[in-house]
Structure formats: C-alpha cells, structure tokens
C-alpha cells in the first residue's frame, strides 16, 4: 500500500475572488489625508475581532508563492503570538513557508529550505516563545527526507533528524519540553512501495528514532499529542490496502503499543489527536462506508476510546475530512477541516462544550476553501489555517475565534 505523503488536501479552485474581500482582522490603516492617525494595526485587529463575538474571522497571510500557498500546522502561544507553516510554490517547486502573527499581521519569516525545492512543513508546536519545532520532509537527491527546524527566538534553524527510509516523512510533532519532544510520520521500505510508521525523540541534544509498531502490512502515523513525559499519543491510518483503517498508539514512558479504534466503516485514517489530560483525549480523521467518506471524531476518558456524534453535514456523495483537533478542558474542543460535495470545497468547524458537538459558522472566500489544522492556548485564542482557491493557484488561509464575553472569562489550560 502507498499512503498519500500527506493528508488529502483540496484541489486547486479558479476563483474569480479578491482577497479584500476576506474580512481582515489583520488589515493596517494609514494617516487620513487630513492628518488624524488612525488606530494602529494593533488596535485595529482587535476591534475588528471585538466587533464580530461568538464567531470565526479571516485574516490575510501572506501567500509568496505563484502558484500554490497552504498553511499546514498552527500554533497559538497567545493572542498576539501565532506561528503558521507550510508550503508555498512556483514553477521552480516548492518551499517551506513558516508565518508568524504579532496581534496585528501576519510576516514571514525566513525558513530553512535544503535542497532548494519539493520542500514541505506539516505542523509546528511550542514550549516557550523562544523554542518552538516545524517538522516536514525535504528533497534531496530525488527522495524525501525528514526536515525538522527550531526556532530559538532570533531565527529558524535546521536541526539533524533521521530518515531511515529512501522516502521519510514528517507530519506531526509535540514538544513537552527543552528535552522532550515528539516527531511522527512514516517512511518507504524501498521497492514494495510499502511504508511504515515512524517516531523521533528529541532528547535535548538530539534527535533518534523510536520502534513503534507496524501492523497491517503498511502503516503512517499523521499526528501526536503528549500530557507528559509517560503519557503520549499518536494516531494515523493503517492496513494491507487502500483505504486502511484508523491507526492510535499510545505511550507509556517506556514503549509505543497499539490501542484498538471503535470504528465502525470499511476504512479511515485519524489526521489530529490533542489532550488536556491522561483522561481527556481527542482524535479526528475520517472513515469510509457505502454511502461515502465522513468525518470521525473519538474521545479518550483514561480507559477507553470511543465514538462521538458528529452534526457536520454528510450523505451520500459529499465527502467529508477532519483533519485538525484541539482541546483546551473537558468543556471546549474545536476540530476542523472540509467538505467536498463534486463542485467545490467548504472549510467546515466543529465545536465541543462538555456535552455535545455542534457545526459553528466558517469563512469561506470566493467559492471555498478548506482547513487543515487549529490550535488553541485557550478559548480567547484560537486560530485554524488551511489554503483556499484563487485566481491562478491557491492562497493561504487563516482565521481566528473571536470570543463572546462568557468565553473571555473562561479558564483555560491545556494543550499547545
């Protein structure tokens, strides 16, 4: 079996869209004529986002390439301290693409980029403002290898990572702490085409591969999540062929072992997983039945996974993915990702209050886009990315929550 090298994202869309019209929590304003400054931009990301409560808002990154841009992982620190990665592309290939918003714009921000093209970052994440991971893969030679970059609050940095295969793949990773941090994806085993899944470690000095068990003949892993240094989670897709089935691993600070998914179709992947606790876990992908590909959301309560109802719509001929998870308490999860109906795609939100899922209204520019990933250090920060078509390729694409009061006064913790 060959595994997609990432999860599906949206095909290229022509739209006949301006990017003004995207309702900008990141727009800056200039003196008036007259000479009466205006609000900084500062000042005016936050009203912008004040004025819409209770509901999601776009804002614009930045989209350096000609002919594809897509923000693949995000990591919210706090408000005004949010880190974008993915890809940007041209007709000399791709590049990573990492961003970053101050509160007010999004920037970007020089990345390591070995090989000069067909480079890739799938997802980012932070222990402090000054030490923050990007993982994803980078060519060389004409095959894949593992690309793992630091920030140390001055530039980004490529670190030495493992690639055991002719094809090796990062796609998700965790950093607990200095001296623990989590990387997964999978490698090829050669001519079979057969792949396999595969964890790092980082030590705080570097990075080395993990055993982790391999089931069903091929098998990736596309996301981790950590509460502790003896508590960790990994989720992906396995099986002998397409389309495989939902893959969970679990780490108790000694070894990876498996753990059996409750799903219900004749195949799926999870694409997300996020914890606030050893009892309160997440899982997001989707799964496969007669009728069709629907988005599949699991809950871990510290003994066993099971299924949660999930209200986004479906039915027969509309595909639907999840392909990002966050929790920040037992009471608040959001996930995210697309539906796609044979005409166009739509960016699609789902949020957890302590009892049940129910779908929130999502931006969708020109005639839609799609979300690959969210993050959330609490409920007053909350951002979500992904791409959406436009005239000639596809940008880059980003909103943000903006809380009604009772959500402000929240408390919050969890995971980054």
Same mark, same amino acid.
């Given at each position: ?115 000069? +093209? ?76 057969? +792949? ?21 003949? +091929? ?110 308490s037992t009471a608040n999860a959001w996930a995210v990702g697309y539906t796609y109906n044979g005409a166009g795609y ?62 402000? +006064?929240?408390?919050a913790g969890g995971d980054v």
């Amino acid at each position: 079996m060959t595994w997609l090298r990432r999860p599906a994202r949206r095909l290229a869309v022509a739209l006949a869209a301006d990017l003004l019209l995207i309702s900008g929590c990141g727009s800056i304003s200039a003196d008036t004529p007259g000479g009466a400054a205006q609000p900084t931009a500062e000042a005016s990301a936050a009203a912008s986002c004040a004025a819409s409560p209770g509901t999601w808002t776009a804002t614009e990154p930045a989209s350096p390439g000609s002919r594809n841009n897509d923000l693949t992982g995000v990591v919210a620190l706090a408000a005004d301290n949010v880190w974008g990665v993915g890809t940007s592309a041209d007709l000399n290939g791709g590049q990573t693409l990492i961003e970053h918003w101050d509160g007010a714009t999004w920037s970007v921000i020089t990345s390591p980029n070995p090989g000069g +093209s067909g480079n890739f970052l799938s997802a980012v994440s932070a222990v402090s403002p000054s030490d923050v991971w990007a993982v994803g893969e980078a060519q060389s030679g004409g095959e894949s290898k593992t690309l793992i970059a630091r920030w140390n609050a001055t530039a980004w940095q490529q670190v030495p990572s493992p690639s055991p295969g002719p094809d090796s793949y990062l796609t998700g990773v965790r950093a607990v702490s200095p001296k623990d941090a989590w990387a997964v994806g999978y490698y090829n085993r050669g001519a079979s085409g057969a +792949s396999r899944s595969l964890i790092l470690h980082w030590n705080g000095t570097r990075w080395a591969q993990v055993p982790s068990p391999t089931p069903g003949g +091929s098998n990736k892993l596309d996301a981790v999540t950590a509460v502790s240094a003896t508590s960790a989670w990994a989720v992906g897709g396995s099986g002998g062929q397409q389309p495989g089935s939902p893959f969970i691993l679990h780490w108790n600070g000694t070894a990876w072992t498996q753990e059996e998914a409750p799903v219900q179709g004749t195949g799926g992947e999870l694409r997300s997983v996020a914890a606030t606790s050893a009892a309160n876990v997440w899982a997001a992908g989707d799964e496969s039945d007669s009728a069709g590909q629907q988005g599949l959301i699991l809950h871990w309560n510290g003994t066993d996974w099971t299924r949660t109802p999930n209200p986004g719509p479906g039915g027969r001929g509309l595909v639907q993915t999840l392909a990002g998870i966050a929790a920040t308490s037992t009471a608040n999860a959001w996930a995210v990702g697309y539906t796609y109906n044979g005409a166009g795609y739509q960016s699609l939100i789902l949020r957890w209050n302590g009892t049940a899922w129910t779908q929130a209204a999502s931006p969708n520019p020109g005639a839609g886009g799609n979300l690959s990933d969210i993050a959330a250090s609490s409920p007053t920060s909350t951002w979500a990315v992904g791409q959406f078509g436009a005239v000639g390729g596809d940008d880059a694409f980003a909103v943000r929550y903006c809380p009604p009061a009772a959500d402000k +006064s929240a408390s919050a913790g969890g995971d980054v």
